[in-house]
Structure formats: C-alpha cells, structure tokens
C-alpha cells in the first residue's frame, strides 16, 4: 500500500483571482450576494474536484474562507464585539464584511473602515511570519461563545454531494484565543472552558455526518508558550477527546519546530499530528522517536511556503530511514503547511521561460509531486521512475545553472566582508550639517511616498502591459499625474515632498522588475488579506542592479520643484521578506546581495542630488525568527543589510527609513543601530504611545510618528493630530519631531487624501505657533 498523502489547504482565490473580483463587485453594490456565493462554490468545487483527480488521499474542506480564516472561526462561534450590532443566530454576509472591513453605518458592503457613523474594522495583523494577514478576535471578560453556524460542517456536506470525502479544517482553540485580544488586556486563555463546548458540539456534528476526522490546526505550537499556554493546550485536546471520541484529530503545526512543547504535544490524547519538516527537518527524528506508534504522523515535507521544485530523490531518501521502522499506515505525506502561501498553478505562466519554469512549483505541481513521492517511497509505483528523472534533471540544472551565479556578485560580497558598516559621522554632527543644508521649518511636514493608486493609474499601467498603451504615453501619463502630485504639494505647503510612485505595482514587485537575479510572474497572485494580493517576485539568482531603477522618475519629480523630493526606495530586507527566495543560500546571503543593489541606487540618488533618500523597511519586523532565541541572529544581519545600503553616502544627505508597524519596544536597539536620520512609524491608532520606546537615550535620530492613520478613510482634523503631536511632545525633544502619516497612501482615495494632508500642514502650522509661543515665554523669563 502506498504512503498516504495529505493536504493541509488550498489556494482559495481562484486561477483567475475569481474570488478578489466576486468579493470588489459585491462591494461595490454591482452584484448580489448570491452572485458572490455561487462564485465561492464554484472554486471550492472546482480545488476540491482538482485535488481529488489527482488522487491526494486526505482533502481538506473549510479551507475555504469569503476572507479570512481566523475571522471565519471568530464568527462561527459567535466572538462578535457588540458595535456590530449582532443579536444572536446566524451572522449574515454584511455583519461578517463590517467585521473584516468596517462599515460607513449603511450598507455595510461598502466596504470602507469608517469611523463615527459607521464601525471599524477589527484590527488586521501579520499570521506568524507569512505576509497573510488575518483579523484580530476581540474578547471580552464576559465573553460569551455560542456555535452561529457549523461551517466546517456546511464545507463537508457540500463536498461531498459532488463526491468528494474530505477532512475539515479548524483553527485550533488555543492557537484562536492566543491570536486574540481581550478588551481590558486579560489572557484570553482564560476562555478556554467557554470555548471547548462550542468545538465540542462541531466535532460532535461532524462526526455524526460521517466524517472520520478532522485537521485542527495549532500553529501555536512553534512559538515560545508559558506555562498557562502549555496547560491549555493539554487541557483542550483531553477535553475534547472526552467529549468526541469517535473524530479522530489529526493536530496540524507549522511554521517551526516543537522543540521544547513536543513533549507534551506527543502526549495529547490526538490520533494524529503533523509536523513541518520544511522549517525545521532537525525535529524529524524527535518527533517520530516520542510520538506513539499508533499515532498517525503527517510529514510536511513539500514547501508549502515557497516555489521551488522540491528534490524528490533527496527527500526519498531522508523520508525512508526515517520512517524504516514504522507501520506506513501511520505515515503521512504533506505539504509543510497550508499551500495558501504559494500560487495555483505554474502551468499559467506562459511567459516564463521554459528553464526557470521547470525549476518551480505552484500549488497544483507541489500535490503531483506528493504523488510521485509517495509512489517512490513505497517503490509500487512504476510510472513514477520517469518523473523522478525528469525531476532529478531540473533540480540538478538549477543548482549548476550560469544563470543563478554571478562571480561579480559573490567578489563584491566578499570585498565587503569585514568592513564596518557606517555612516562617516555620527548622528549628531550629521543632523548638524543636514539642518544646515536644508533650512526645514520646526517640525517639517512629509508624506511616506505613495499617493492615490487610482483607477486610471492601474489601467494605463495594465494597458501598457498589454501593449495596448505605448511606453512614451504610459511614461508622460505618470509624469502627469506626478506633476498634478508635485503642484498640490506646493499648494498645500508641505516641507519634503514625494513624487507618489505612480509608477509602481507594488513596492517590492517593482524592484524586483528591475534587478537581475529576480523572475517576475503574470498569474501567480498570493492573498495578503480579503480581496488584496500580491505577486511575490521570485530571486532564482545572484543579485545585481544592472541599471538605475528610480533616478528618471526621481530626476523629472525634482525638475518640477524647489522643495526636497525624497528619493524613494524599498529596504533590501522587505524585499527579501516579501519575494520567494531562493533555498540554495542562506537568506542573510540574499539579503547582502539585495543591499549592494539598493547601495548602488543610493549612489546613484545621491549623485543626481537627491538630498533626501528614504528605504522603506516595511518588513524589517515581519521577518523577525518566531523563537525569540533567534532574534539577534537576524536582527545583526537585517541591520547589517540596511547599514550596507547608506554607508556610502555623504553626511549632508538625510537617510530616512519607513516602518508601518507599531511594535518597536523588543527591538529597539536593532531599529536605533540602523542609524537612519529620520525614521517614520506607525503611531496614530495606538496614540502615541509606543514612543515611550523612542524616549530620551534610546532613540536620539529624528521621529515621524504618524498621525493619520491610511488604513481609514476618516479624515481627521488638523485638532486631533495636533492633538497627536501634542502627545509625541510629551516623549521627544521638538527637534527631533517629523509629522507625517502613518503609512502611503496608495489605497486611500484623493478625495480623503487632500483634506487630510491639508489637515496635517495646519496641525504642524498649529505646533510651531506654540513653538513660537513657548519660545518667546522662555526669552522674557
Ligand atoms: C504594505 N503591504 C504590502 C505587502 N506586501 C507587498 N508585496 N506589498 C505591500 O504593499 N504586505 C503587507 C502589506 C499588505 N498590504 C497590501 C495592500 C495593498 C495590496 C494591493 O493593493 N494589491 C493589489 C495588487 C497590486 C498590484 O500588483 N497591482 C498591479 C496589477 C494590478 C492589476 O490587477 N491589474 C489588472 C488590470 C487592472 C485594470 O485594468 O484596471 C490586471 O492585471 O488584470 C498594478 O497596479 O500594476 C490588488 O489588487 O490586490 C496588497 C497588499
Ligand atoms: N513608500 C511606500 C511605503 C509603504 S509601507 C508607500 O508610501 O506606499
Ligand atoms: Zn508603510
């Protein structure tokens, strides 16, 4: 008997990004909802009918979510926060999108995160180190949890009337409190009791509608747990073992390795696990040495994370002792985690050439090579032989490929080494020549560097794609709409100004065009969160920036103005972070090679006269080790990285970095080690209150910290943000102040952008009056 294979999950947004379309027309009112819900079924059908033609033993259903999995089980048992007005029984389609997007306090599917009138959304946050993004639960003391509607349930009826037997998933109890925040700050573990009956009686349904098992999913156990956490986790599988015996539970973790909560996940009353072999293959002999024979071990061995074609006679032959001793019955093949993580099908990418495509695999490719391992190892499946040499062909071409080494490349890396990474001055006497440089007023106002990525700008984008707009009109519509940008800057009366990056799809997919090393996709879309994807680019090679990739747009921006225009650029660790990276390096090695080419465009800013050069770090944080014993490994090199892009530059020149996240106290010392001049962060819907963390000694440089927040179309008024900045006053000296919003603003619409940014100029107009004023008081005193 072949070795089962099993799949943990599905790309849910469809070939075509059906679902993104579905969900953006529902919301603008132009189709019903049972236009959206026959599109939702027909994909599930259609990756549930792929997945079972291709003979994968174990399909999962509820993997499915209209836009969130962790909102979807937030829903399901009834954790809804009382704005949204939700009386008990089923939730319908508008609640569940307020809830995942705000609302403007009518029709809820208009989709916009208002505040006042309307309800905002829950708050959105990273899933583990992956760039999903899930919906934060919301608990409170009381809470209550009742089951609103069996959806795992409703998946598995609904597969199998097209003859499909699945195995639903579920987000684990612990892992969906341990994601959650209680309102007055309580551990919302403290909830279990209240939550287990709820799992209890969807286990019981499910069991009684003929499923056999279940996948719960506890990516909670990679990370480092207390003890309370650890008890919970014991606690809750012996629970529901008592209250459902017969569903069997194959407990799903990923992301890591168990290490120090193996032990007690091998004791959990579970009649399977699965572990990720992927992240950490150093567990696999742990795992299978603790777990019980009888126990069911689901290896995640294919990447669910990223792209390249796995080395199947490799993995044969690590898989074979491993499991030597072993009933295969008791033996699983998987992907490492959900394939949520990586595109549908590479087939798609046409325009891919030939070499770099047989190097890949998308979501389908990694379910035929499940198959072809799974055939191999139990060595009954002839067919499988000329797979394995086809497979066996393209792994080893890729690894002695011309195309992935560059002798330039590994010489400048190592010409490097060694040297100390800093600017020539310190901080102080750099902020001396920098203040003398540019005369800014007290408190210069700026923005991050995308405005409005309208309709229009995505549509000549698209048609010059397509061919069907040539790269002279494509180039003079941008230059348009920067001139428009520029001109309104004038008015408006803002210090440093930014050109809007008009030009660009994506902060990262952008540069990734443009540097040699990188593949860039068509089709192979990733979600981020709800209906917003991105294209990962794809770095198969050595890393290099053979020509400049911002000095034209920077130069044509400047020309319109006497104002600094900031030279703009993504940081070499959110590009590595947020692209499909190479395997056969170290990423800290990628991670060099992409700041020796972010260095050169520095240069080369700087050279054209751009004074002020921002690196947007975005991701610095995000890819941050999920055991905290990890950390400063990474922190040294990202670091490393970003100090490797501005130690080049004169001390006139003003480094700025962007990072639009609000966690700063962990890492503080990493963040003041980058040593940029002026750094904006995340700041106005935590009320300015992560600067304590900036405070006196620990952060000297300069500060914007936000104080409009994009993620809403509110518009604040210039009170609330001097307000704001009042407050950031109470932590920073005035010189080292910036206002600024929060993040870009390439999702908001002009129609809230213009009075906002109006707003903000007249609160730091406001500031530098009580500057004034303060002054003038400590004069006559
Ligand atoms: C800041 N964030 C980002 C993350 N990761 C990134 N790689 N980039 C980020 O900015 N991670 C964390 C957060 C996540 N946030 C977001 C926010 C917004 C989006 C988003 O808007 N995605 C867009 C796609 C962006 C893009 O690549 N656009 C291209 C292609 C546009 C397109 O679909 N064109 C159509 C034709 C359009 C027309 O004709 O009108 C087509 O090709 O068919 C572009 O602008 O050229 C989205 O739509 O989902 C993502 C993450
Ligand atoms: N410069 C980018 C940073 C986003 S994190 C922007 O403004 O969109
Ligand atoms: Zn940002």
């Not at 389609?93 to 029709?107: I, P, V, W």
């Not at 086809?390 to 890396?413: E, H, K, W």
């Not at 999702?747 to 530098?768: C, F, G, H, S």
Request: glycine share 8%; net charge negative.
């Amino acid at each position: 008997m072949t070795i089962k294979t099993a799949n943990l999950g599905f790309p849910r947004i469809g070939r075509h990004r059906e679902l993104k379309f579905a969900l953006e027309s529902y919301w603008a009112g132009k189709s019903d909802r049972a236009a959206l819900l026959d599109v939702a079924s027909k994909l599930r059908a259609a990756n549930w009918l792929l997945q079972k033609e291709m003979g994968i033993d174990v399909i999962p259903s509820n993997d499915f979510s209209l836009y969130d999995q962790v909102l979807d089980t937030a829903v399901m048992v009834g954790a809804i926060p009382s704005i949204y007005g939700w009386q008990g029984g089923s939730v319908d389609l508008d609640t569940y999108f307020a809830m995942a997007r705000g609302s403007n306090g009518g029709h809820a599917a208009c989709g916009h995160a208002h505040q006042g009138n309307g309800v905002p959304a829950l708050e959105m946050t990273k899933w583990f180190d992956t760039n999903y993004h899930y919906l934060v639960p919301e608990f409170s003391a009381d809470q209550h949890f009742e089951l609103t509607s069996n959806k795992p349930l409703e998946a598995f009826l609904e597969a199998r009337t097209i003859g499909v037997q699945t195995r639903p998933v579920l987000l684990g109890p612990v892992t969906f409190l341990k994601l959650g925040k209680t309102r007055d700050g309580s551990s919302a573990i403290n909830l279990l009791d209240r939550l287990l009956p709820v799992y209890a009686r969807i286990f019981a349904e499910l069991a009684a509608a003929g499923a056999d098992w279940v996948q719960v999913d506890e990516p909670c156990l990679v990370l480092d747990l207390g003890d309370e956490e650890r008890q919970a986790v014991s606690h809750a599988y012996a629970a529901l073992h008592a209250l459902v015996p017969d569903l069997r539970i194959m407990l799903a973790t990923y992301f890591g390795a168990l290490g120090d909560n193996l032990d007690i996940v091998a004791r959990l009353p579970v009649s399977g696990i699965h572990v990720d072999l992927v992240s950490a293959p150093q567990q696999a002999a742990a795992v299978l040495e603790k777990v019980s024979p009888q126990c069911v071990i689901s290896l995640g061995v294919i990447d669910g994370r990223n792209i390249w074609r796995s080395d199947l006679a490799k993995l044969r032959d690590t898989i074979l002792p491993l499991i030597g001793g072993r009933d295969h019955t008791t033996i699983q093949l998987a992907p490492s985690c959900s394939l949520l993580h990586v595109p549908i099908d590479v087939s798609l990418e046409t325009t891919l050439d030939d070499e770099l495509r047989s190097w890949l695999a998308f979501a389908t490719q990694k379910l035929e090579e499940l198959k072809q391992l799974s055939g191999a190892i139990d060595g009954s499946d002839i067919a499988v032989a000329a797979d394995f040499r086809a497979n066996g062909a393209a792994t080893q071409a890729r690894l002695t490929s011309v195309r992935v080494n560059d002798p330039i490349v590994a010489g400048r890396l190592v010409e490097i080494q060694g040297v100390e990474q800093k600017r020539h001055s310190p901080f102080a006497k750099r902020k001396d020549l920098q203040r003398r440089r540019f005369g800014l007023p007290p408190f210069p106002t700026t923005t991050i560097g995308s405005f409005p990525q309208t309709a229009d700008v995505r549509k000549a984008r698209s048609m010059h794609d397509k061919g069907e707009l040539s790269y002279i009109d494509y180039k003079a519509f941008i230059e348009r709409e920067t001139a428009a940008a520029v001109r309104w800057q004038e008015e408006i009366g803002l210090d440093v100004f930014v050109h809007g990056e008009f030009e660009r799809n994506d902060m990262v997919q952008y540069f990734g065009e443009q540097l040699s090393g990188f593949a860039f996709t068509r089709h192979a879309w990733v979600q981020s969160y709800g209906s917003r994807y991105v294209r990962p680019p794809i770095i198969y090679g050595d890393v290099s920036r053979p020509n400049p990739m911002t000095v034209g747009w920077w130069r044509y921006a400047q020309s319109l103005t006497q104002r600094p225009m900031k030279g703009m650029l993504t940081g070499p660790i959110t590009i590595l972070n947020w692209s499909f990276v190479r395997d056969d390096l170290p990423r800290e090695t990628v991670g060099r090679q992409i700041a020796l080419a972010i260095r050169d465009e520095v240069l080369d800013l700087e050279e054209a006269g751009a004074g002020i050069i921002q690196i947007d770090e975005a991701a610095l944080r995000e890819g941050l080790p999920l055991r905290k014993a990890d950390w400063q490994h990474y922190l040294g090199w990202a670091v490393e990285c970003f100090r490797m892009c501005t130690s080049g530059v004169a001390d006139e020149t003003q480094i700025h970095t962007h990072m639009c996240y609000s966690e700063f106290n962990d890492i503080m010392s990493a963040i003041a080690a980058m040593d940029a001049d002026v750094i904006s962060i995340e700041t106005s819907r935590s009320k300015m209150k992560l600067l304590q963390a900036f405070a006196g000694e620990r952060y000297p440089n300069e500060i914007g910290p936000g104080v409009y927040d994009i993620h809403s179309p509110r518009v604040p008024d210039a009170g609330e943000m001097k307000t704001l900045l009042d407050l950031a006053r109470e932590h920073l000296l005035d010189d080292q102040l910036w206002v600024n919003p929060d993040c870009g603003l390439k999702t908001r619409k002009w129609e809230d952008v213009k009075p906002a940014l109006v707003n903000m100029v007249e609160a730091a107009r406001r500031l530098r009056l009580d500057l004034a004023g303060d002054k003038g008081r400590l004069a006559r005193a």
